[in-house]
């Protein structure tokens, strides 16, 4: 690992307007911005990622940048959605912490595991966007399991000592903002959609666009659903329905086409 860089943030004080700007875009369509924001300027990271399990076999992608190649942050999402998820060595960790009952644990950080993946899975996700070290924190919700996985490219090089300390002091705030945006009730007021997403989301029945509207405020399809009153599979019917009529293959997709307006 290399040395400490002063070069991301090294005094508490400069963070605090960011972490300001995180919580007061909980429950809108910014909090992604805001909080990509803050995690560049704490640790440097040049991708994050951010997935939900919900006790399924499969994963929702709730968030995906990627700073450097910004289409590449989608591809990405596209491909461990599709089933490479299942070579992270820390899936079963998910399993396991989706499992369990009653009170849940605290979040967990997990330094990359680089000698734990098959080749596959390190050459689609690492080699080709050209990332060299990640840094995973698994946080179980009421609902889901969050997982918010950073990644530093070769410009900037592996987390240092100083980032994965101060990774490691703002985990209580990361576990509260994630909890509070990803899987709490939103007013209904965040669900209405901007001038842009209306004219996205046009050709859409209702139902399918209230769906839409969800997934892009962080909700995952569970919950979503369960806000709507209609059961998980009306909702994936839903959703396989306005990604056809939409052209897009995945919720990451959908949000970087929203974005793009």
Not at 61 to 88: K, S, V
Not at 90 to 102: D, F, H, I, P, W
């Amino acid at each position: 690992m290399r040395e400490p860089s002063d070069e991301h943030a090294s005094d508490w004080p400069g963070l605090i307007p960011a972490m300001a700007e995180c919580v007061a875009r909980l429950g809108e369509a910014g909090f992604d911005e805001a909080l990509l924001a803050l995690l560049r300027q704490a640790v440097g990271i040049e991708q994050c990622m951010v997935f939900a399990f919900d006790g399924r076999d499969e994963v929702d992608c709730l968030l995906a940048a990627n700073q450097r190649t910004p289409r590449m942050a989608g591809r990405l999402a596209e491909l461990y959605t599709g089933g490479l998820f299942r070579q992270d060595p820390n899936y079963q960790r998910l399993r396991q912490l989706m499992a369990v009952e009653g009170e849940k644990s605290d979040a967990e950080i997990t330094p990359m595991q680089a000698d734990a993946m098959p080749e596959a899975y390190r050459s689609h996700l690492f080699a080709f966007p050209d990332l060299v070290d990640k840094v995973s924190l698994t946080l179980p919700g009421e609902q889901s399991v969050y997982y918010l996985n950073l990644y530093r490219g070769r410009d900037a090089g592996p987390f240092g000592r100083d980032d994965l300390a101060r990774l490691d002091a703002l985990v209580p705030l990361l576990a509260s903002l994630m909890r509070r945006h990803y899987g709490q009730a939103r007013p209904v007021s965040s669900q209405r959609a901007s001038p842009e997403e209306a004219a996205i989301l046009a050709p859409l029945s209702e139902r399918e666009r209230q769906l839409c509207l969800f997934l892009l405020r962080g909700y995952t399809l569970k919950t979503a659903a369960a806000e709507l009153d209609i059961a998980l599979s009306t909702a994936e019917t839903y959703r396989k329905r306005a990604y056809s009529k939409l052209g897009v293959p995945s919720k990451a997709r959908l949000v970087a086409l929203c974005r793009r307006q």
